[in-house]
């Protein structure tokens, strides 16, 4: 079955950096766009960006913008989210996700874009 299971997670300070990585299995990797989303306590799961199927196009929410950089490996079928100048504000279990449908192209950000969701990783950023 389709797994996805994340990984790089932790304690920083603000100013640092993570890279988080997702490894996907029980699927055609390579032909599916895939999604980093993040969820804070209290607060809606939130879009942070989404890397096409072939890696030519990728988008960011406007918060990460200029700081994240999403990545993709399609022969270790493994998507990256680089983090750099950590705020505060990131503080969050970050998921990654495929998207519901193979070889879509777009801004699909929404969480009912995905179907399959990781477990999560716990990021923590203090001041």
């Known amino acids: 079955q389709v797994q996805l299971v994340e990984s790089g997670g932790g304690s920083v300070q603000a100013g640092a950096s993570l890279r988080l990585s997702c490894v996907g299995s029980g699927f055609t990797f390579s032909r599916y766009a895939m999604g980093w989303f993040r969820q804070a306590p209290g607060k809606e799961r939130e879009f942070v960006g989404r890397?096409?199927?072939?890696?030519?196009?990728?988008y960011y929410a406007a918060a990460v913008e200029g700081r994240f950089t999403i990545s993709r490996d399609n022969a270790k079928n493994t998507v990256y989210l680089e983090m750099n100048s950590l705020k505060p504000g990131d503080t969050a279990v970050y998921y990654c996700?495929?998207?519901?449908?193979?070889?879509?192209?777009?801004?699909?950000?929404?969480?009912?874009?995905?179907?399959?969701w990781g477990q999560g990783t716990q990021v923590t950023v203090s001041s």
């Open positions: 996700a495929r998207d519901t449908l193979a070889l879509r192209v777009g801004r699909h950000f929404a969480p009912s874009d995905y179907t399959n």
């Open positions: 890397i096409s199927f072939g890696a030519g196009s990728t």
